[in-house]
Antibody
């Protein structure tokens, strides 16, 4: 069964760095790409970046200067790090699997991150 | 960035047919997909590649369109379809529409 699960701190202080982990099961990170998408409370979805199955990455140009995505294939984990957090970064952060032509067939349950002092 | 524009909300009666539109600021080829999101849940893939039905999605859902104009149709609408529907393109990076909230009368 395919599963993705996000984990990380629920509260981050302004100007600090966010570190999230996406742990996957039921598929290999070398066969499928994994994306990060976030959703501020009551708002729409924003694509953040992707860890390609081949190991390369791509980022949303609006976030590129603050964002880094990496992985550990032996642990089936994808990591997101974003620095200089502000209150507008408060959101639910999802990881998901890229299936056909960039559609996301499986999503994690999401992790709520609040940026506040 | 490719901007996707959706109407904010629609209200329909159960049993009716509803069409939810998505207009792209530039052509996205066939790289258009649709998701359903219910409150407190993660989005669920409904349609990929314009018109292909995702696994375990009822045939009441269908997709169509080309170029810059795309449509998600639900026929007939059921009470359980109350949700927000997002379009997404993956031709030029990835972007999502603002979402259409579907309410039942």
């Amino acid at each position: 069964e395919v599963q993705l699960k996000e984990s990380g701190p629920g509260l981050v202080q302004p100007s600090q760095t966010l570190s999230l982990t996406c742990t996957v099961s039921g598929f290999s990170l070398t066969d499928y790409s994994v994306h990060w998408v976030r959703q501020p409370p009551g708002k729409g979805l924003e694509w953040m970046g992707v860890m390609w199955s081949g190991g390369n990455t791509a980022y949303n140009s609006a976030l590129k200067s603050r964002l880094s995505i990496s992985r550990d294939t032996s642990k089936s984990q994808v990591f997101l790090k974003m620095n200089s957090l502000q209150t507008e970064d408060t959101a639910i952060y999802y990881c998901n699997r890229d299936e056909i032509m960039g559609s996301f067939d499986y999503w994690g349950q999401g992790v709520m991150v609040t940026v506040s002092s | 960035d490719t901007v996707l524009t959706q109407s904010p909300a629609l209200a329909v009666s159960p049993g009716e047919r509803v069409s939810i539109s998505c207009r792209a600021s530039e052509g996205v080829n066939s790289y258009m997909h649709w998701y359903q999101q219910k409150p407190g849940q993660q989005p669920k893939l409904l349609i990929y590649k314009v018109s292909s039905l995702a696994s375990r999605v009822p045939a009441r859902f269908s997709g169509s369109g080309s170029g810059t104009d795309f449509t998600l149709t639900i026929d007939p609408v059921e009470a359980d379809d109350t949700a927000t529907y997002f379009c997404q393109q993956s031709w030029n990076d990835w972007t999502f529409g603002g979402g259409t909230k579907l309410e039942l009368k």
